[in-house]
């Protein structure tokens, strides 16, 4: 787990060998403790280096470790310290990645020479932790306190051309950095004083103070505030900047309990085990598979080189970008010559000027590409023209995938002659920047088709997840009841107001309100329509707030009706001060039009408390989840969570959805389901699915014990 060779006659060479990314497991940690002791006590070492394996410096702690509660083996604290004492200069010879732990690592080293291509960084705030093994002690008295902050609350990666300006590395290199390191350790055979020979006290970063900074209390005032108004209830980024105040104000090993007692309080919370579930959910959606059997693992994708973008709105331009971004050559296509046009200068803005994009007004330039993306209007009749003609265009074997957000994949696929090269891409907005990626296949996508979706997804940089094919798939299915509780509210005494404060409280950027008025509350109102609930599909002498025998609200359409779209219009549930106005204020007008709506309906507002506006929403999405589940639209929690924190913000700290539910209990999900449906049971969303039930029976097991339970209910179905 740590290699020792002495190489060059003096030098010990520890190598840190733990693939994919040498993380710092117990036999790791035991590794290196011995290995520093053996370089210390080996009278032919005169200095040591330390480098990872294969390229990789080191990712830091095992995060599989965490949920030990007691860690086996030597602790990096102890590691770290007995590195920094040392008599002997070590160097860390660092490539690729040294994060987290790693990077502790790093600066317990005397010296750090980096490759050209090296990053390194502090990610411990996405894990609901922060650098607690001496990181968040030694840093900012290598680089002070300012550049360490930054460093340690973004959980940025620092590349390496930045870390030297910073002085975090010594030098940067293009060469071998291993072979770099161990003649930079020997100096002294060429130059005069050796290093080996310096003192090395200015080289331990625990004895060195702090650099000063002036104005102290009000920089610390005005990070606390900062993170406070930033971190959506999340306690990690407030820990960082506590630690790092210990830093500037205590000595090193007063630092250092601080630090450990900070650690204390964040390293077994509820906080730090949802992120850290997040970290593996965003990586299990690469392991996809179909309810036919095919996997990841055993299905090959398509080299795509080309790709033609369909439709230049707000969507095409963002998946153009991401695509050229990706390496693609791509061939931009806008049916409308005055869009085109606007579209060319937005991408081209986007791209600064780099990627290879064409544009054209004609759907023939899609002929010879590798793979469509269509991002039209949301409009089943124009998109089922357009999948027709581009069947008919594009040479046997592009992939015609589709950006549609709720409607039919197969519908779209039987349009055309092959079927199974169909698939749905559903980029999120802005495409170019949200990380989310579902990709969805109907019954007659063929496994190929999806592996190549997943795979550019992959070189898009996006989290990209597998799903099956249904009304609004798994991200717009679940928003659906969600919306829907979040109308009755309304209905019932709540005011907008009331409802985003609760979720943005819980850890949303924008309540759900806010978040309608920015995509704009026509887009709802245009699938009502679609679907029949409102406008010229409804039956005249229907009652206005029940379809399909169940409750409805109208409340949307009504607001559509008065040219109230959010904020494009200047006013929707909030008042803007123009047209595309972003900031939102309370309306009187809106509490007037509440208060006349009720009384109009027989209905008497009531006090409506915050834990009810959270239940009702959050139960009634995590529900459907369920249903999801059953259904077998998605293949695990992980995937449906990893569509919420990457595609619908839902805060990290929370871990998503599901693990939200079975962190909350899923008893008490059941329960309080069951009384918000005993309340209102004309809310269909609102009855507890039966798989819900069926975990609760089951004794409620882990989240990652559910698929035995879910497969045991689809056989029954
Ligand atoms: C004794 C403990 C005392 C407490 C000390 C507290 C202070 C220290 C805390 C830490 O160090 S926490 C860890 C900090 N490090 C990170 O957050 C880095 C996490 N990793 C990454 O960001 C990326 O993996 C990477 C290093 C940038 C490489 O990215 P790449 O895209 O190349 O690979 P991935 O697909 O992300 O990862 C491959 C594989 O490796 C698993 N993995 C990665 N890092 C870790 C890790 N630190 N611990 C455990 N496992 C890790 C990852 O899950 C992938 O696994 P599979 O999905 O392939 O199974």
Redesign the pocket.
């Known amino acids: 787990m740590a290699q020792y060779r002495v190489v060059s006659g003096s030098v010990a060479l520890i190598t840190i060998q733990n693939p994919?990314?040498n993380?710092?497991?117990?036999a790791v940690?035991e590794g290196l403790f011995n290995t520093i002791k053996r370089a210390s006590s080996d009278p032919q070492v005169r200095s040591v280096v330390l480098s990872g394996h294969n390229g990789?410096f080191c990712?830091?702690?095992?995060?599989?470790?965490?949920g030990n509660v007691s860690?086996p083996?030597p602790?990096?604290?102890e590691i770290f310290q007995l590195m920094e004492d040392l008599v002997k200069p070590v160097v860390a010879a660092i490539e690729?990645?040294a994060?987290?732990?790693?990077l502790?690592l790093a600066l317990a080293c005397h010296y750090r020479i980096g490759h050209s291509k090296a990053?390194v960084g502090?990610?411990?705030v996405?894990?609901g932790?922060?650098?607690?093994?001496g990181?968040s002690q030694r840093l900012p008295r290598l680089v002070g306190v300012p550049a360490a902050l930054d460093i340690i609350i973004t959980?940025r990666?620092v590349a390496a051309g930045e870390a030297l300006k910073l002085g975090l590395l010594d030098r940067v290199i293009d060469q071998n950095t291993v072979d770099a390191a161990v003649t930079f350790s020997k100096i002294q055979k060429c130059t005069s004083p050796p290093i080996s020979g310096k003192p090395l006290d200015n080289h331990r970063l625990g004895n060195r103070p702090c650099p000063p900074l002036e104005n102290m209390d009000a920089f610390f005032e005005e990070a606390m505030k900062r993170v406070h108004s930033r971190a959506r209830g999340a306690v990690a980024p407030i820990t960082c900047v506590q630690a790092v105040r210990g830093a500037a104000t205590l000595p090193f090993h007063k630092g250092m309990e601080l630090e450990k007692m900070l650690?204390g309080t964040l390293?077994n919370s509820a906080q730090a085990q949802a992120s850290q579930y997040c970290?593996?959910a965003e990586?299990?959606g690469?392991?996809w598979s179909m309810p036919s059997g095919a996997r990841w693992d055993t299905c090959k994708a398509k080299p795509i080189s080309t790709a033609a973008v369909i439709g230049l709105g707000t969507m095409g331009r963002g998946i153009t970008v991401a695509l050229a971004r990706a390496g693609l050559s791509v061939v931009a296509v806008e049916t409308q010559e005055h869009q085109l046009a606007e579209a060319q200068r937005a991408v081209s803005r986007m791209l600064k000027g780099g990627g290879r994009v064409s544009y054209s007004p004609d759907l023939q330039a899609a002929a010879e590409v590798d793979l469509v993306v269509e991002a039209v209007f949301e409009d089943m009749a124009i998109k089922e023209k357009i999948f027709k003609q581009l069947s008919e265009v594009c040479k046997p074997g592009t992939l015609l995938t589709t950006n549609t957000s709720t409607l039919d994949i197969d519908r779209l696929a039987s349009c055309t002659r092959d079927p199974q090269l169909v698939v749905g891409m559903h980029f999120f907005a802005p495409a170019h920047i949200m990380r989310l990626l579902e990709v969805v296949y109907g019954p007659r996508s063929s496994p190929e088709a999806v592996a190549t979706a997943m795979q550019l997804g992959k070189r898009m940089g996006k989290v990209s997840v597998a799903v099956g094919n249904c009304t609004g798939f798994v991200g717009n299915r679940m928003l659906k009841p969600y919306l829907e509780q979040a109308n009755f509210l309304l209905e019932e005494g709540a005011t907008p107001e009331l409802v985003d404060a609760a979720l943005e409280e819980f850890g949303f950027p924008m309540g759900v309100f806010k978040m309608s008025d920015l995509s704009g509350l026509d887009v709802g109102w245009r699938v009502r329509k679609e679907e029949g609930l409102t406008g010229p599909g409804v039956t005249a002498g229907q009652p206005m707030r029940i379809r399909h025998g169940r409750r409805y609200s109208p409340l949307g359409d009504l607001m559509c009706e008065e040219g109230r779209y959010g904020q494009k219009t200047g006013s929707g549930w909030y008042l803007y001060d123009k047209p595309g106005g972003r900031v939102a204020r309370s309306d009187p007008w809106l509490r007037n039009f509440l208060e006349q709506y009720r009384a109009r309906h027989g209905l008497v507002a009531r006090r409506i408390s915050q834990q009810e506006v959270l239940e009702r929403c959050l139960y009634a999405l995590i529900n459907e989840g369920f249903r999801v589940l059953e259904d077998g639209i998605a293949a695990s929690p992980q995937n449906i969570d990893a569509i919420y924190v990457f595609g619908y913000s839902w805060p990290k700290h929370r871990g998503g959805p599901m693990f939200y539910a079975s962190q909350v209990g899923l008893a008490r999900v059941l329960e309080g389901l069951n009384h918000y449906h005993q309340a209102h049971p004309d809310v269909p969303h609102l009855e507890p699915c039966s798989l819900l039930r069926r975990l609760v029976a089951s004794g409620s097991p882990p989240i990652n014990k559910w698929s035995e339970v879910v497969k045991g209910h689809r056989s029954q179905l």
Request: overall charge positive; proline content about 6%.
């Open positions: 994919p990314v993380a710092l497991r117990a940690r990789t990712g830091g702690a095992d995060i599989k470790e965490f860690l083996g602790h990096l604290v690729g990645f994060l987290g732990g790693g502790e990053k502090f990610p411990e996405n894990l932790l922060f650098p607690g093994a990181g959980g990666h650690l390293f970290f593996f990586r299990a690469a392991r």
